[in-house]
T-cell receptor, first 118, second 116 residues
């Protein structure tokens, strides 16, 4: 079974621009979560989607948004990029516990998209 | 609110020596506990987890962690490390039983370096 894929893997943008990152979950997984990883702040939760609905949101400004499509693929968008948005953006997918069995509460991470804002 | 503390940011260990990576958490509700590993230029991989039952959990590659409720700890141990264990290790928690419980709160990570 293919793992979580994220595109693009690397991205360079200029301050003020906007960016869209894509995440395709493992087949059958309906929950997709996004995390930002930086050397200073570590791993921080951005938001989580399930069946096209945002269920949970972290403490990030409104410039960060996301959505999920009917095939469970997810995108996140960052508008008006700032230098501090430079980070590794990770997405993770999971199954609902009632379907996951012994793999309950396990999240499977993609390789990430490394965004550099100049 | 939850928080996770990994006191050691870097741990150098000689090959075949034992290692312990420390993790303490704080939460007002019951939590599930996880250890994830990140190899260079890769995403995170689940190493092991504690949901309930036996407080000692093991991974397939020789790591183990013990949940200690009274000390709110979930330290990771391995009796004999290998060069291939060089990576960054993250401790994480999530709320028990909440709908939408996929939100993980991570510690700041411990970089384990194995010295040949």
């Amino acid at each position: 079974k293919a793992g979580v894929t994220q595109t693009p893997r690397y991205l360079i943008k200029t301050r003020g621009q906007q960016v869209t990152l894509s995440c395709s979950p493992i087949s059958g997984h309906r929950s997709v979560s996004w995390y930002q990883q930086t050397p200073g702040q570590g791993l921080q939760f951005l938001f989580e989607y399930f069946s096209e609905t945002q269920r949970n949101k972290g403490n990030f400004p409104g410039r960060f948004s996301g959505r999920q499509f009917s095939n469970s693929r997810s995108e996140m968008n960052v508008s008006t990029l700032e230098l501090g948005d430079s980070a590794l953006y990770l997405c993770a997918s999971s199954l609902p516990p009632r379907l996951a069995g012994r793999n309950s509460y396990e999240q499977y991470f993609g390789p990430g998209t490394r965004l550099t804002v100049t | 609110a939850q928080s996770v503390t990994q006191l050691d940011s870097q741990v150098p260990v000689f090959e075949e020596a034992p290692v312990e990576l420390r993790c303490n958490y704080s939460s007002s509700v019951s939590v599930y506990l996880f250890w994830y590993v990140q190899y260079p230029n890769q995403g995170l991989q689940l190493l092991l987890k504690y949901l309930s039952g036996s407080t000692l959990v093991e991974s397939i590659n020789g790591f183990e962690a013990e949940f200690n409720k009274s000390q709110t700890s979930f330290h990771l141990r391995k009796p004999s490390v290998h060069i291939s264990d060089t990576a960054e290790y993250f401790c994480a928690v999530s709320d028990v039983g909440n709908f939408g419980n996929e939100k993980l709160t991570f510690g700041t990570g411990t970089r384990l370096t194995i010295i040949p």
